[in-house]
């Protein structure tokens, strides 16, 4: 099956009991047993729910997966990958990783005696300095944010499969659609589904895709016994948004390219960082990973100040000012003092989060309208 079609019927069939075409709400946290064990496969909703069973499945089949797990966010799933290690085991992450991700490593699991390097992933030879024999996981987000540098995951892939170490892909700012690190030699791969899964803004949902079926076994005891998982009502809404991801991915990425080559040739603008640029310095290896290159862009403008930044976020119409990504509507931030704010200055400074940046989520609005908005907003 091509992508367009499991993102409609990938893992789903219609409700046996009705014949309902969509995946029903089992607002149920338990199940009636005929006599103690005898029972359907559902015993209690945390374990597992028929809604969120559908979404974990389908999750699945559109990166190419044996196995799917729902987690409550994002988070909740990148919590339940870190607990795979135990006390004295390191992780390597790459140095421009989610704040909450770099949050997460430095201010929780670093406590559990379990220790993250940060490095630069863009040069494979800086992962391989840091790998010892106590490196259990490495960790890697390509398209990174907010600067969107890109790592060969298969490059990495070839190191950490020589040394017996876990692989786990953040893929939520390319999503299924656009790359599936499976596929090029991840274990695991992550996703906030709040963002390009859902795409609409109206849901907070994490997963993790694996193939193989022990790493499955004790992720999904970790999901069970820790009891970060979806509701239904939840995992209905992604199972819903998923059905037009392809779509929607389609034109966040003409989207981004328009507003990419706008910025690109703008007068006040310094640099743009969008991996569907010739001149973004990972453009071959972002062509031949990924099938194109999404809504997410970020730029600088020659004047680097907090100030000029400022005036653009405030100044626009349609690009609204949050935090998130990966929806209908298109966002603008900050990312110096949104998203990365947990992460301290000298570090930004170092990965190039420098204050003058300015980051957009492109929506599937008209392009036209956006470019519109950027040009009144930048002036
Ligand atoms: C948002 C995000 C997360 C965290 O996901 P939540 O659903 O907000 O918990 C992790 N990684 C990336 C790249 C994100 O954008």
Not at 14 to 38: F, R
Not at 77 to 85: P, R
Not at 123 to 134: F, I, L, P, T, W
Not at 211 to 230: K, M, Y
């Amino acid at each position: 099956m091509k992508f367009a079609t499991k993102a409609v019927h990938g893992g789903l069939k219609p409700d046996e009991s009705t014949g309902a075409i969509m995946t029903p709400i089992y607002q149920t946290s338990t199940y009636v047993q005929k006599a103690p064990g005898e029972h359907n496969g559902y015993e209690y909703s945390r374990t597992l729910n028929p809604t969120r069973e559908a979404l974990q499945l389908n999750i699945a089949s559109i990166e190419n997966g044996k196995h799917g797990l729902c987690f409550s966010s994002g988070m909740g799933a990148i919590d339940a990958v870190i607990k795979l290690l135990s006390p004295g085991d390191e992780i390597v992450a790459n140095n421009d990783v989610y704040g909450g991700t770099y949050r997460i490593m430095t201010k929780v699991f670093e406590d559990y005696g379990i220790k993250p390097h940060f490095v630069d992933m863009q040069n494979a030879r800086s992962v391989e300095e840091h790998v010892n024999d106590k490196t259990r996981l490495v960790w890697l987000e390509t398209p990174s944010n907010p600067l969107l540098n890109i790592t060969d995951i298969k490059e990495l892939a070839a190191i950490t499969q020589a040394n017996g170490i876990l692989l786990g892909v953040d893929n939520t700012f390319a999503s299924p659609y656009l790359q599936n690190p499976l596929d090029l030699g991840a274990d695991i791969v992550m996703h906030s589904v709040t963002k390009y899964l859902g795409g609409h803004s109206d849901v907070v949902l994490g997963a993790l895709v694996c193939n193989d079926d022990q790493l499955e076994e004790r992720l999904s005891f970790i999901q069970n016994t820790c009891g970060a998982v979806p509701g239904p009502q939840d995992c209905f809404l992604v199972l819903r948004g998923i059905k037009t991801l392809h779509l929607r991915m389609q034109r966040h990425s003409d989207n981004g390219r328009l507003l990419a080559d706008f910025l690109d040739g703008h007068e006040k603008v310094d640099h743009v960082y969008w991996p569907g640029l010739e001149n973004h310095a990972n453009h071959s290896i972002a062509k031949d990973q990924m099938r194109d290159f999404g809504g997410m862009l970020s730029f600088t403008l020659k004047d680097n100040s907090l100030e000029a930044a400022h005036a653009v976020i405030s100044n626009t119409r349609i690009f609204k000012l949050a935090e998130s990504l990966g929806g209908v509507e298109s966002l603008i931030g900050h990312p110096a003092s949104m998203t990365h704010a947990a992460i301290p200055r000298e570090e930004r400074d170092k990965t190039g989060i420098v204050e003058g940046l300015i980051r957009l989520s492109v929506g599937i609005e008209d392009g036209e309208d956006l470019i519109e908005d950027m040009k009144q907003a930048i002036g």
